[in-house]
């Protein structure tokens, strides 16, 4: 059984950072595609925030956060994470893991959440004065 579960949130003032954690069961992150997406609040659909695609490794960003924030994956953790770092408020939302096996992104975005298969319960992350 797949799961992923998300660590590191809560609350941090405007600056601050933050790193969140998701480790990963059932699965092995070497042959996935992972990624990152957050709602914000009053939004019903998640926007991509960061994701690593299998084919090529090649990282991707919104705009919004580049240069702030950082991707990675520990293999032999089985675990991926997102460093936050000079948080501002829009930054605030419900933050998702991700793990995608089969899509094949040829280069282009993965920050879709709907090329992603399966994901973590989500964590609160505040960024506020």
């Known amino acids: 059984q797949v799961q992923l579960v998300e660590s590191g949130g809560g609350l941090v003032q405007p600056g601050g950072s933050l790193r969140l954690s998701c480790a990963a069961s059932?699965?092995?992150?070497?042959?996935?595609?992972v990624g990152w997406f957050r709602q914000a609040p009053g939004e019903e659909e998640r926007e991509g925030v960061s994701?690593?695609?299998?084919?090529?490794?090649?990282?991707h960003y919104r705009d919004s956060v580049k240069g702030r924030f950082t991707i990675s994956v520990a293999n032999a953790k089985n675990t991926m994470f997102l460093q936050m770092n000079n948080l501002v408020p829009d930054d605030t939302g419900v933050y998702y893991c991700?793990?995608?096996?089969?899509?094949?992104?040829?280069?282009?975005?993965?920050?879709?959440?709907?090329?992603?298969?399966?994901w973590g319960q989500g964590i609160q992350v505040t960024v506020s004065s």
């Open positions: 994701c690593i695609t299998r084919d090529g490794g090649n990282t």
């Open positions: 059932g699965l092995s992150l070497d042959y996935y595609a």
């Open positions: 991700a793990a995608e096996s089969s899509t094949t992104w040829y280069g282009l975005s993965c920050l879709s959440e709907g090329d992603f298969e399966s």
